[in-house]
């Protein structure tokens, strides 16, 4: 019988309830490797640019990156706007031209970064928003990690 529901989609997590919530809570508080704050001092927002429909081709590595790495952003940069636009395109044509781009927005309104993502890998993309952002890791004592409840003893010996 196939899993259904998030359960095909979150691959590895374990059967149980409470540990795939811990599970996905834990994944979106991040590591060391993949949380970092933005100053927002300087910047302001964040907007994604990513076609509508894409299952292969040269945005794949920023629709990977909306999906592993853009909640983990959120969750540690809570008073920097973050949102994404879909763009839906039909023809050939419209596909090349769709943008696959990262803009994040000053508080210059006449400055903004861009950062083209087309063909690029998911890191890569994460890579080149903390040098243009000169973001700063969140250090690890910062980072909340939930432990899995304790498993009652058997009483019968």
């Not at 640019?49 to 790495?69: D, E, T």
């Not at 952003?73 to 696959?100: G, M, W, Y």
Request: positive net charge.
């Amino acid at each position: 019988m196939a899993k259904s529901g998030s359960c095909a989609m979150f691959k590895g997590l374990p059967s149980s309830r409470i540990l795939k919530q811990i599970t996905r809570l834990n994944a979106i508080a991040g590591t060391s490797e993949s949380a970092y704050k933005f100053d927002a001092s300087k910047y302001t927002k964040i907007e994604l640019f990513l076609q509508q429909k894409n299952i292969h081709g040269p945005a794949v590595g920023l629709k990977k990156f909306w999906r592993q790495n853009l909640p983990t952003l959120k969750f540690h940069n809570d008073d920097i706007q973050f949102s994404l636009t879909r763009i839906q395109a039909e023809t050939a044509a419209e596909v090349a031209a769709c943008p696959s781009k990262i803009v994040v927005h000053s508080v210059d309104p006449a400055s903004k970064i861009e950062i083209d993502c087309k063909g690029k890998h998911s890191s890569v993309i994460l890579n080149e928003l903390v040098e243009a952002t000169k973001a700063t890791n969140v250090p690890i004592e910062e980072i909340p990690v939930l432990r899995p409840p304790q498993q009652k003893e058997s009483w019968a010996t």
